[in-house]
């Protein structure tokens, strides 16, 4: 066992309680559970939102594909970037204006029934799940490394943890969990960047014509087709990349944390700042464990490459930088995850069960007790689905996730806003189909069959051939969405949608 090591991830926790322990003095009503009752401001947001984003698959999954399969790992980090563009001029705003704590908020402003509601909550949980699976994998081969605790007992650590933030602290925890994580995570990254250039003597042509033979992939190390021979597979990640962090449920519901949509748009514009110069860092971190680990010695340790950051800052700055590092890797995973529990729980316990169980008449104080409740549950059953991906890439998983929100959850929010004919079968449809129609693509994908015994979750051939479904689920999503609308004899309120158009463009409640 790393004593240093042990020692920083100790410092974390405690931080991280103490925070907790503040926050649930705090947290009373229902507000202050799922919004931190909007009183974050815009750099705050901003912060809380790069750290949720920064996730585990950013700063351990990335670093790693970069690593093994070079120019494909930026792929990443490219659609991760680009995607916070949709966000920033499609999403935040209308969100803001039209939602109070969930998604299903927003779609309830237009079509006020229980299962909009219902179908809503569902996707929610599926995906945060989804996303949750691969901070947990990242967690546990990270501590098992470090600590040389077994996968297991790791995963359980930190499920137990991310339960305490989010059943005692709610979003005021959360939040700030967040801001904690993302500061130290750019200082980290920061720390390591500076040390790998400066080893290619500060020279961006140096460090590329070194990188053409640091690898045993050689000069292709710098050409795209090293992971994804199909083409196509490139385009249905970039989609879902692109497309998928608008459909986020843990994202979306950072917008509900402050107190108008103008700070909304700010926190997106701070959120995007740091997490540019962030995915800049990643091209360092890759290169950097390709050449001074080696493809060798970041296989032996985690095949999928999850450990590549960690060992590259051993490599660099000894055991202090490596337990420095493995300590911020394992804030980063607690702060995501807490985000993920706390946007499951609220979509069970307001729009399922405060909405469609109780009616409207759930008190404060029995929303809060359901959303607790309903977050030990999920962190449950996410703890069990984590122990059977232990061999997938963290990155990989994540862009299964944003697959799914992209399928799901973005066709229905950009219909609401923007097509007038749209009806509440249309929203139940393309909510339906896109989730399923993405989460049976992946079952059937080579991410869960191969041939070779080890290589995915079963052995035998994959029906579906590629690795992601967003090129085929995502306009599925839409196809159903806009066929659901046209079939359905319900005709769309006009009348709402014009107030709905005004609402989420200005905030202006009625016209």
Same mark, same amino acid.
């Given at each position: 066992?790393?004593?240093?090591?042990?020692?920083?991830?100790?410092?974390?926790?405690?931080?991280?309680? $103490?925070?907790?322990?503040?926050?649930?003095?705090? !947290?009373?009503?229902?507000?202050?559970?799922?919004?931190?009752?909007?009183?974050?401001?815009?750099?705050?947001?901003?912060?809380a939102i790069a750290g949720d984003y920064m996730s585990a698959a950013s700063f351990l999954g990335i670093a790693g594909?970069?690593?093994?399969?070079? +120019?494909?790992?930026?792929?990443?980090?490219?659609?991760?970037?680009?995607?916070?563009?949709?966000?920033?001029?499609?999403?935040?705003?209308?969100?803001? &204006?039209?939602?109070?704590?969930?998604?299903?908020?927003?779609?309830?402003?237009?079509?006020?029934? @229980?299962?909009?509601?219902?179908?809503?909550?569902?996707?929610?949980? =599926?995906i945060s799940i989804f996303y949750m699976i691969a901070q947990l994998v990242g967690a546990g081969a990270l501590i098992?490394?470090?600590?040389?605790?077994?996968?297991?007992?790791? $995963?359980?650590?930190?499920?137990?943890?991310?339960?305490?933030?989010?059943?005692?602290?709610?979003?005021? #925890? !959360?939040?700030?969990?967040?801001?904690?994580?993302? $500061?130290?995570?750019?200082?980290?990254?920061?720390?390591?960047? +500076?040390?790998?250039?400066?080893?290619?003597?500060?020279?961006?042509?140096?460090?590329?014509?070194?990188?053409?033979?640091? !690898?045993?992939?050689?000069?292709?190390?710098?050409?795209?087709?090293?992971?994804?021979? &199909?083409?196509?597979?490139?385009?249905?990640?970039?989609?879902?990349?692109?497309?998928?962090?608008?459909?986020?449920?843990?994202?979306?519901?950072?917008?509900?944390?402050?107190?108008?949509?103008?700070?909304?748009?700010?926190?997106?514009?701070?959120?995007?700042?740091?997490?540019?110069?962030?995915?800049?860092?990643?091209?360092?971190?890759?290169?950097?464990?390709?050449?001074?680990?080696?493809?060798?010695?970041?296989?032996?340790?985690?095949?999928?490459?999850?450990?590549?950051?960690?060992?590259?800052?051993? =490599?660099?700055?000894?055991?202090?930088?490596?337990?420095?590092?493995?300590?911020?890797?394992?804030?980063?995973?607690?702060?995501?995850?807490?985000?993920?529990?706390?946007?499951?729980?609220? =979509?069970?316990?307001?729009?399922?069960?405060?909405?469609?169980?109780? @009616?409207?008449?759930?008190?404060?104080?029995?929303?809060?007790?359901?959303?607790?409740? =309903?977050?030990?549950?999920?962190?449950?059953?996410?703890?069990?689905?984590?122990? +059977?991906?232990?061999?997938? &890439?963290?990155?990989?998983?994540?862009?299964?996730?944003?697959?799914?929100?992209?399928?799901?959850?973005?066709?229905?929010?950009?219909?609401?806003?923007?097509? @007038?004919?749209?009806?509440?079968?249309? #929203? $139940?449809?393309?909510?339906?189909?896109?989730?399923?129609?993405?989460?049976?693509?992946?079952?059937?994908?080579?991410?869960?069959?191969?041939?070779?015994?080890? %290589?995915?979750?079963?052995?035998?051939?994959?029906?579906?051939?590629?690795?992601?479904?967003?090129?085929?689920?995502?306009?599925?999503?839409?196809?159903?969405?806009? %066929?659901? !609308?046209?079939?359905?004899?319900?005709?769309?309120?006009?009348?709402? +949608?014009?107030?709905?158009?005004?609402?989420?463009?200005?905030?202006?409640?009625?016209?």
């Amino acid at each position: 066992m790393n004593g240093l090591a042990f020692t920083l991830f100790l410092i974390i926790v405690a931080l991280t309680l $103490v925070i907790t322990y503040m926050a649930s003095k705090k !947290t009373k009503t229902s507000s202050d559970f799922y919004t931190a009752d909007g009183s974050l401001t815009g750099w705050q947001n901003g912060l809380a939102i790069a750290g949720d984003y920064m996730s585990a698959a950013s700063f351990l999954g990335i670093a790693g594909m970069v690593a093994l399969s070079g +120019f494909d790992g930026f792929f990443y980090s490219i659609g991760f970037l680009v995607a916070y563009l949709v966000v920033l001029y499609v999403v935040a705003e209308p969100l803001r &204006n039209l939602g109070k704590y969930t998604m299903a908020d927003m779609i309830a402003a237009r079509f006020d029934e @229980k299962k909009v509601r219902g179908v809503a909550a569902m996707n929610t949980i =599926a995906i945060s799940i989804f996303y949750m699976i691969a901070q947990l994998v990242g967690a546990g081969a990270l501590i098992k490394l470090l600590l040389g605790i077994d996968y297991v007992y790791s $995963v359980l650590i930190v499920g137990i943890l991310m339960t305490i933030y989010v059943v005692f602290g709610g979003m005021m #925890a !959360t939040s700030w969990v967040q801001i904690v994580k993302a $500061v130290l995570l750019m200082g980290g990254t920061f720390i390591i960047s +500076f040390i790998v250039f400066a080893k290619f003597d500060f020279s961006v042509a140096e460090m590329f014509r070194q990188m053409q033979t640091a !690898t045993p992939l050689g000069e292709n190390f710098l050409n795209p087709g090293n992971k994804f021979k &199909n083409p196509l597979d490139t385009i249905s990640l970039n989609l879902a990349l692109v497309l998928g962090t608008a459909g986020l449920p843990h994202i979306l519901i950072r917008f509900f944390t402050v107190k108008d949509a103008i700070t909304a748009r700010q926190s997106v514009v701070y959120a995007t700042w740091i997490i540019g110069i962030f995915y800049v860092f990643t091209i360092f971190l890759g290169f950097g464990a390709a050449a001074f680990v080696g493809y060798d010695e970041i296989v032996a340790a985690n095949a999928a490459g999850n450990m590549a950051a960690p060992l590259l800052a051993k =490599a660099l700055g000894g055991d202090f930088l490596f337990a420095f590092i493995s300590a911020v890797a394992f804030a980063t995973i607690l702060a995501v995850v807490a985000g993920l529990v706390l946007s499951a729980a609220s =979509a069970f316990a307001h729009d399922f069960y405060s909405h469609i169980l109780r @009616k409207g008449k759930a008190t404060d104080k029995e929303q809060v007790v359901a959303a607790r409740w =309903a977050s030990i549950g999920v962190s449950i059953l996410s703890i069990i689905l984590a122990l +059977f991906a232990q061999k997938m &890439n963290v990155a990989f998983l994540v862009a299964l996730a944003f697959a799914v929100a992209a399928s799901a959850n973005l066709p229905i929010i950009m219909l609401t806003i923007f097509w @007038k004919r749209f009806n509440t079968t249309g #929203a $139940v449809t393309g909510m339906v189909v896109g989730l399923f129609s993405a989460l049976i693509l992946v079952a059937i994908s080579p991410n869960v069959w191969s041939p070779e015994a080890g %290589v995915a979750i079963l052995v035998g051939e994959p029906l579906f051939s590629l690795s992601n479904p967003g090129i085929v689920s995502i306009p599925l999503g839409f196809i159903a969405a806009v %066929v659901g !609308t046209l079939l359905s004899s319900k005709k769309a309120d006009e009348k709402k +949608f014009d107030e709905i158009l005004v609402k989420a463009n200005t905030g202006i409640k009625s016209l």
